[in-house]
């Protein structure tokens, strides 16, 4: 199944979501659509509170970046209750958009490597470290668990002159080639 993407200006982008254990009702079915979803989009992160659900739950695949980031390879993970505790004091610049926020494409600054612990999508307990575009990703989907997108990121000029954008499209005036949600 294909699930409509909740789009900005919807409450549930801005839950603070909350973690989940193994008795989460038909969990493969869900992380199998989230994967399905995902790619139907042509995204390479999606977050489950962009599908209406606010659980700490969100789904990769960096494989698009495969050929200019070598980390990036085969980096097609199921992140549950997640935990950044690390972050480098580092921080690059790089170009990102949202499935939730269409139409917009920005650079954001965001530490380069991070440590993570999470569980996957049979429960078992990981800890890594990131960096490249597969920590761009997880730090990016990890915000939505929070209730932050990409544009709260950004500095106080640039969320100033795409103020009128963003409020234009949190009231439905918004392109995009997928299947959508707002409320
Ligand atoms: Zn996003």
Not at 3 to 19: A, F, M, N, T
Not at 114 to 130: G, M, S, T
Not at 131 to 158: K, M
Request: aromatic content about 10%.
């Amino acid at each position: 199944m294909i699930y409509p993407i909740y789009i900005y200006g919807s409450g549930v982008l801005r839950k603070e979501c909350v973690e989940i254990d193994e008795s989460y009702p038909e969990l493969p079915k869900l992380i199998e659509d989230m994967f399905a979803t995902m790619y139907a989009t042509e995204g390479v992160g999606l977050a489950a509170p962009q599908i209406g659900k606010d659980i700490r739950l969100f789904v990769v695949d960096g494989t698009p970046f495969a050929e200019e980031d070598p980390t990036a390879v085969d980096f097609k993970k199921v992140f549950i209750n997640p935990e950044i505790y690390e972050e480098s004091d580092e921080e690059v610049l790089m170009s990102e958009g949202c499935l939730s926020v269409p139409g917009i494409h920005e650079d954001v600054y965001r530490p380069e490597r991070i440590k993570i612990n999470y569980l996957d999508e049979n429960f078992v307990e990981h800890d890594e470290e990131l960096t490249g575009w597969p920590a761009r990703i997880v730090q990016h989907e990890y915000d939505h668990l929070d209730g932050f997108v990409f544009t709260d990121r950004l500095s106080a000029i640039r969320k100033t002159m795409l103020r009128n954008k963003l409020n234009a499209m949190a009231k439905g005036k918004f392109s995009c080639a997928y299947r959508t949600k707002q409320k």
